[in-house]
């Protein structure tokens, strides 16, 4: 394990994150033992109350099962995590983002939106129609600005899951959202076919508008289709030349000459 002590603030806090990060970046094997308390508390420097919460944070988030007499085991967080771990396996310890869960995020996304539209269309406010109109009028004005449009479509779909009603797209919205942000300065220009494509959004507002609910959900397929096509050819050309570096690297290491 990769652990080091801590330093003297929100000490439960920083346990959680190392230990956590052992787990999801698959240094602590599912099945695998957690050190005891006494052991944790001597090879991070803190007092066993901060070890005590982290491991309770850990428990609570689907990471390990802890059986008191019994000792406390990794889990497959596969398994048994939520969504909310989301954001934490998007990135390597190295702050690299992680292309397999970036695709992963990306996927749902596409999956999600068509959905959340026909919703929205079946359930929206007087009122919501107003506001959604004034985000796309607000697009309108900074079509040359994919970074302010960027920011207005967050708000776009963060009102048409409100408008949807449906309570676990709005707490998965969330999580995406906040997976998204990570990446997402990284991801404009990838996504300016989708940003820029106003007439689409300005379909979708008006199929929300009409509560044609088909025609929302259809108008969303398409807006998801410009942006995911350019995002995952870039995360399948950057795997590939991950993993083209990755065999140059073995056959360094299996050159006598080396």
């Not at 394990?1 to 346990?15: F, H, I, T």
């Not at 292309?99 to 539209?117: F, G, H, W, Y």
């Not at 025609?215 to 950057?238: K, N």
Request: aromatic share 4%; with cysteine; net charge negative.
């Amino acid at each position: 394990m990769r652990l080091k002590p801590v330093a003297r603030k929100s000490l439960s806090d920083a346990v959680f994150e190392q230990l956590s990060q052992e787990i999801v970046h698959g240094r602590m094997r599912p099945g695998a033992p957690l050190p005891s308390e006494r052991a944790l508390c001597d090879v991070l420097r803190v007092n066993r109350g901060a070890v005590r919460e982290a491991l309770k944070r850990l428990s609570q988030a689907g990471l390990i099962a802890i059986q008191h007499g019994g000792g406390t085991r990794v889990l497959d967080f596969k398994q048994t995590a939520s969504l909310d771990l989301l954001n934490r396996l998007l990135f390597h310890h190295d702050g690299t983002v992680d292309l397999r869960v970036a695709r992963s995020v990306m996927e749902m996304r596409a999956a999600m939106a068509p959905d959340i539209a026909r919703l929205a269309a079946l359930r929206r406010s007087p009122g919501q129609v107003l506001q959604l109109d004034e985000v796309v009028a607000a697009m309108a004005a900074q079509e040359h600005d994919l970074l302010a449009l960027q920011v207005l479509a967050l708000q776009f779909w963060d009102l048409l899951t409100v408008c949807s009603e449906n309570i676990a797209y709005q707490l998965a919205f969330n999580g995406l959202r906040h997976s998204y942000e990570g990446m997402r300065e990284a991801l404009v220009e990838v996504m300016g076919e989708e940003l820029r494509d106003l007439s689409t959004y300005r379909r979708i507002a008006d199929a929300v508008r009409r509560r044609d609910g088909e025609g929302a959900g259809q108008s969303a397929q398409a807006l998801m289709q410009h942006g995911s096509r350019g995002i995952l050819q870039l995360l399948a050309a950057l795997e590939t030349s991950t993993d083209q570096e990755e065999g140059e690297e073995d056959e360094d290491d299996d050159d006598p000459r080396t």
